[in-house]
T-cell receptor, first 117, second 115 residues
Framework: GAGVSQTPSNKVTEKGKYVELRCDPISGHTALYWYRQSLGQGPEFLIYFQGTGAADDSGLPNDRFFAVRPEGSVSTLKIQRTERGDSAVYLC???????????????FGPGTRLTVL | KNQVEQSPQSLIILEGKNCTLQCNYTVSPFSNLRWYKQDTGRGPVSLTI?????NTKSNGRYTATLDADTKQSSLHITASQLSDSASYIC??????????????FGRGTSLIVHP
């Protein structure tokens, strides 16, 4: 498969638990984005990586959210002490670059639907 | 606050008809604007992208327009097909700070095409 993949496709957890969501970008794409999409809403920017570093994490809602991309490819979004309000679809996207005014297209994965009971 | 507003929220049309979706934004400074199509349960897929200097961009039966002065964009779908049923999302990219270009998504227009 040449597209962006995300696992798991669905995750149900209990309030207060820790979860990890994984994103496998398209091979060779240096930029990787995480978004959160609530029902009936457009995606909300969380963080993007250029290579291994978080180039902008201004969208992370609070310190319970953290993301890593240690080798510049796969990324993991980590959520601690989950709350019911964290329930949403978490989308990942990748592109060839995100520098400056680049308009390179972002390719989205199918998302992970997180439900916090 | 940078915002992207889309209208209508939802739209139902008959197969074969045309329709136009609207996007107004207050994002500044503007970098580019994309229209995405998002099928249920899938990630968004880019249809068109427009920069400040472009007024019209077509992709098959999809035609996007941009008026950077009034900060308005439209997506026109010609001869609609059942497969056009989806959410159409307008995304405007802006420079939050030097070198950091953040995309702001609209809520989308839900289009349903009936046979």
């Amino acid at each position: 498969g040449a597209g962006v993949s995300q696992t798991p496709s669905n995750k149900v957890t209990e309030k207060g638990k820790y979860v990890e969501l994984r994103c496998d970008p398209i091979s060779g794409h240096t930029a990787l984005y995480w978004y959160r999409q609530s029902l009936g809403q457009g995606p909300e920017f969380l963080i993007y990586f250029q290579g291994t570093g978080a180039a902008d994490d201004s969208g992370l809602p609070n310190d319970r959210f953290f993301a890593v991309r240690p080798e510049g490819s796969v990324s993991t979004l980590k959520i601690q002490r989950t709350e019911r309000g964290d329930s949403a679809v978490y989308l990942c996207a990748s592109s060839t670059t995100s520098s400056g005014q680049s308009i390179n297209e972002q390719f989205f994965g199918p998302g992970t639907r997180l439900t916090v009971l | 606050k940078n915002q992207v507003e889309q209208s209508p929220q939802s739209l139902i049309i008959l197969e074969g008809k045309n329709c136009t979706l609207q996007c107004n934004y207050t994002v500044s400074p503007f970098s580019n604007l994309r229209w995405y199509k998002q099928d249920t349960g899938r990630g968004p897929v880019s249809l068109t992208i427009m920069t400040f200097s472009e007024n019209t961009k077509s992709n098959g039966r999809y035609t996007a327009t941009l008026d950077a002065d009034t900060k308005q964009s439209s997506l026109h779908i010609t001869a609609s097909q059942l497969s056009d049923s989806a959410s159409y999302i307008c995304v405007v990219r802006w420079e939050e700070r030097r070198g950091s270009y953040i995309p702001t998504f609209g809520r989308g227009t839900s289009l349903i095409v009936h046979p």
